[in-house]
T-cell receptor, first 113, second 113 residues
Framework: GAGVSQTPSNKVTEKGKYVELRCDPISGHTALYWYRQSLGQGPEFLIY????????DSGLPNDRFFAVRPEGSVSTLKIQRTERGDSAVYLC???????????FGPGTRLTVL | KQEVTQIPAALSVPEGENLVLNCSFTDSAIYNLQWFRQDPGKGLTSLLL?????REQTSGRLNASLDKSSGRSTLYIAASQPGDSATYLC????????????FGPGTRLSVLP
């Protein structure tokens, strides 16, 4: 596709449930990033993939959060035992390589009730 | 730890004015700095990317400058239009902490017709 796409656009879940958020990067982009944005704040880095491997996962808040990119393209962010504090917009970005311009998707708004 | 601040937090100007948005960062060891705009409920749109070796970048009515040694960047918008109304975010890609981006909180701009 022409840009980064994310699905679903909105996700409402109950506390304690498991959720998966999907990101389709721009074709050919080797670098992929996940961010989390709370209302009124800038995005907060979660994890960065270069190809299939997580080059930097220092932003993941705890072990309930996990992300994969098995074939170096689509990535899935997985959140176990969701908590109300996980409610935010989850943004995905991709770039041609690690130091290039990042292009963002529209985000997934996660609401944990 | 890198910290990014943006001043002002919000700005309201009449149409046609030239304006400057400010971004400051505490650690000058950066690869690059990127300016984004974010419309309400939307993802981020990349505006300008400045590599650490560059002093400025221009695109249309936008000009971004970078003074790495003093930890500052400015985004200059000429002849502002109501369509420029959005939140403007700057982000720095760091050298020492992997490949992640640290974002500022943003400046919310309103251009009044």
């Amino acid at each position: 596709g022409a840009g980064v796409s994310q699905t679903p656009s909105n996700k409402v879940t109950e506390k304690g449930k498991y959720v998966e958020l999907r990101c389709d990067p721009i074709s050919g982009h080797t670098a992929l990033y996940w961010y989390r944005q709370s209302l009124g704040q800038g995005p907060e880095f979660l994890i960065y993939f270069q190809g299939t491997g997580a080059a930097d996962d220092s932003g993941l808040p705890n072990d309930r959060f996990f992300a994969v990119r098995p074939e170096g393209s689509v990535s899935t962010l997985k959140i176990q035992r969701t908590e109300r504090g996980d409610s935010a917009v989850y943004l995905c970005a991709s770039s041609l390589s690690g130091n290039n311009e990042q292009f963002f998707g529209p985000g997934t708004r996660l609401t944990v009730l | 730890k890198q910290e990014v601040t943006q001043i002002p937090a919000a700005l309201s100007v009449p149409e046609g004015e030239n304006l400057v948005l400010n971004c400051s960062f505490t650690d000058s060891a950066i690869y690059n700095l990127q300016w984004f705009r974010q419309d309400p409920g939307k993802g981020l749109t990349s505006l300008l990317l400045i590599q650490s070796s560059q002093r400025e970048q221009t695109s249309g009515r936008l000009n971004a400058s970078l003074d790495k040694s003093s930890g500052r960047s400015t985004l200059y918008i000429a002849a502002s239009q109501p369509g420029d109304s959005a939140t403007y975010l700057c982000a720095v890609r760091q050298v020492d902490y992997g490949q992640n981006f640290v974002f500022g909180p943003g400046t919310r701009l309103s251009v009044l017709p």
